[in-house]
């Protein structure tokens, strides 16, 4: 069974760029969150989706957001990036709604922005 | 709001030597995870725990959970140098289902 899969993988952008993140799930998975891991703050909950409804949204500005498609795939998009968004950002994806049992983390992709 | 903090942040440890990564949070949880990141890879689950006193192990790591003083203990046994890594607990607050991570324990495991 394939991964959470993630692309990409890494990205230069410059401050003031915005910028579309895509994750796939395993498949028949229909929950999927994101999560932003930087050295200072930790890994921090970004928002979570489950069939194409954001269930849970965590405290980041109004530039995040996100979407889930009708195949549970996610994008993630960073409008007007700001230095403090280079991050890792991971996806996680799990089967059913809810607090997951166990969720599977993709590969994250590494967004620097200068 | 919820916070959890694990400690130690930082552990150096000879191999065989026994050691425990505690994990403490502020409110009522449903469930408790364990997660193991290694340098520039993603997280992998190690361990959910549902109940008070659930008590999970995977060959030298045993994960236990306390709910009523909310508080997660990972033990490591005979430590060996391929369990260097960063281990996260992860919390999810049962009022709004968000899951909140701990700022995890760098553990090195020195031969």
């Known amino acids: 069974k394939a991964g959470v899969t993630q692309t990409p993988r890494y990205l230069i952008k410059t401050r003031g760029q915005q910028v579309t993140l895509s994750c796939s799930p395993i498949?028949?998975?229909?929950?999927v969150s994101w999560y932003q891991q930087t050295p200072g703050q930790g890994l921090q909950f970004l928002f979570e989706y489950f069939s194409e409804t954001q269930r849970n949204k965590g405290n980041f500005p109004g530039r995040f957001s996100g979407r889930q498609f009708s195949n549970s795939r996610s994008e993630m998009n960073v409008s007007t990036l700001e230095l403090g968004d280079s991050a890792l950002y991971l996806c996680?994806?799990?089967w059913g709604q809810g607090p997951p049992d166990t969720q599977y983390f993709g590969p994250g992709t590494r967004l620097t922005v200068l | 709001e919820l916070k959890v903090e694990q400690n130690p942040l930082f552990l150096s440890m000879q191999e065989g030597k026994n050691y425990t990564i505690y994990c403490n949070y502020s409110t009522t949880s449903d469930r408790l995870y364990w997660y193991r990141q290694d340098p520039g890879k993603s997280l992998e689950s190690l361990f959910v725990?549902?109940?008070?006193?659930a008590v999970k192990q995977e060959g030298r790591l045993m994960a236990s959970l306390d709910t009523k003083a909310r508080l997660s203990t990972l033990h490591i046994t005979a430590a060996v140098h391929d369990l260097s890594a960063t281990y996260f607990c992860a919390v999810d607050w049962d009022r709004d289902d968000k899951i909140i991570f701990g700022k995890g324990t760098r553990l090195h495991i020195l031969p």
């Open positions: 996680a994806s799990s």
């Open positions: 725990l549902l109940s008070n006193g």
């Open positions: 498949s028949g998975h229909r929950s």
